[in-house]
């Protein structure tokens, strides 16, 4: 029995919009209803999000009932929280700050076994494999494996080339946020000199015929995201989403 097939890596390899949501919270309740609502895949956020190996596996058994595809940022590019995540199932996985092809390889091959990579091998005790259950896992999960690399720095865009044509980089995702703050535009995403920086990235991304991903939290901006390829799209995130259910709520209150 093979490694589970990635629906997430087949649509989007086929070039198919995929939308989803950031889940910051840690809950597996808000999870499960995320998954539940529509959205193709939702991001367990470990970089930004108070989550550890116990919530994002609370979280993935919660989306395991959903239609919704999990996916995982880890809060750093090391080999142990990659080995880690991957082991607890997950297969498509984004990682934040790669700054150069150095480190665009290094975690390209943390996700994957020897033969392409050098992930531990370990799943055999793990989640991935149905803990031993799925007897071939190891011989095909890394034909499942989707890796994002975010491009969130002026360093990063100047190697979008070498980065994007590194072997094992699936995607490249663009952190708005971060950067507009590393080109010296705090908290302005859509200066002009920014929006300039991930209009390139989007299209060396896209000559390399590879996915561009984003995330976005106005929602008058998700088409203009389709239109220059992005495929692999946030619409927000669960904090912001229920912060703004609330507030219109309150206002409501007589």
Same mark, same amino acid.
């Given at each position: 029995?093979?490694?589970?097939?990635?629906?997430?890596?087949?649509?989007?390899?086929?070039?198919?919009?995929?939308?989803?949501?950031?889940?910051?919270?840690?809950?597996?309740?808000?999870?499960?209803?995320?998954?539940?609502?529509? #959205?193709?895949?939702?991001?367990?956020?470990?970089?930004?999000?108070?989550?550890?190996?116990?919530?994002?596996?609370?979280?993935?058994?919660?989306?395991?009932?959903?239609?919704?595809?999990?996916?995982?940022?880890?809060?750093?590019?090391?080999?142990?929280?990659?080995?880690?995540?991957?082991?607890?199932?997950?297969?498509?996985?984004?990682?934040?700050?790669?700054?150069?092809?150095?480190?665009?390889?290094?975690?390209?091959?943390?996700?994957?076994?020897?033969?392409?990579?050098?992930?531990?091998?370990?799943?055999?005790?793990?989640?991935?494999?149905?803990?031993?259950?799925?007897?071939?896992?190891?011989?095909?999960?890394?034909?499942?494996?989707?890796? #994002?690399?975010?491009?969130?720095?002026?360093?990063?865009?100047?190697?979008?080339?070498?980065?994007?044509?590194?072997?094992?980089?699936?995607?490249?995702?663009?952190?708005?946020?971060?950067?507009?703050?590393?080109?010296?535009?705090?908290?302005?995403?859509?200066?002009?000199?920014?929006?300039?920086?991930?209009?390139?990235?989007?299209?060396?991304?896209?000559?390399?015929?590879?996915?561009?991903?984003?995330?976005?939290?106005?929602?008058?901006?998700?088409?203009?995201?389709?239109?220059?390829?992005?495929?692999?799209?946030?619409?927000?995130?669960?904090? #912001?989403?229920?912060?703004?259910?609330?507030?219109?709520?309150?206002?409501?209150?007589?």
């Amino acid at each position: 029995m093979p490694a589970p097939e990635n629906a997430l890596k087949t649509a989007l390899e086929h070039g198919e919009t995929q939308s989803g949501l950031w889940l910051t919270l840690a809950s597996g309740a808000v999870a499960e209803i995320a998954g539940k609502a529509g #959205f193709d895949w939702c991001l367990i956020d470990a970089e930004h999000g108070p989550n550890t190996l116990t919530t994002i596996q609370t979280q993935l058994q919660a989306l395991a009932g959903t239609p919704a595809h999990p996916v995982v940022r880890v809060p750093s590019g090391e080999d142990w929280i990659l080995k880690q995540v991957l082991d607890l199932g997950v297969q498509t996985v984004v990682v934040p700050m790669v700054n150069t092809p150095e480190q665009a390889a290094q975690v390209a091959a943390a996700v994957r076994y020897p033969g392409q990579g050098s992930r531990g091998m370990g799943a055999t005790l793990a989640r991935a494999s149905g803990y031993g259950e799925i007897v071939d896992y190891m011989s095909s999960a890394n034909e499942q494996i989707f890796l #994002f690399v975010q491009i969130e720095s002026r360093q990063a865009v100047e190697n979008v080339d070498a980065i994007v044509a590194t072997p094992g980089v699936d995607g490249i995702f663009v952190g708005p946020a971060d950067l507009s703050a590393d080109m010296g535009f705090v908290g302005q995403t859509d200066a002009p000199e920014v929006l300039a920086a991930i209009d390139h990235v989007y299209a060396r991304t896209k000559a390399a015929g590879k996915t561009i991903g984003t995330v976005v939290f106005d929602d008058a901006d998700f088409p203009v995201q389709i239109d220059k390829g992005v495929t692999f799209l946030g619409l927000g995130a669960d904090s #912001f989403a229920l912060q703004s259910a609330l507030r219109t709520l309150a206002s409501k209150a007589p």
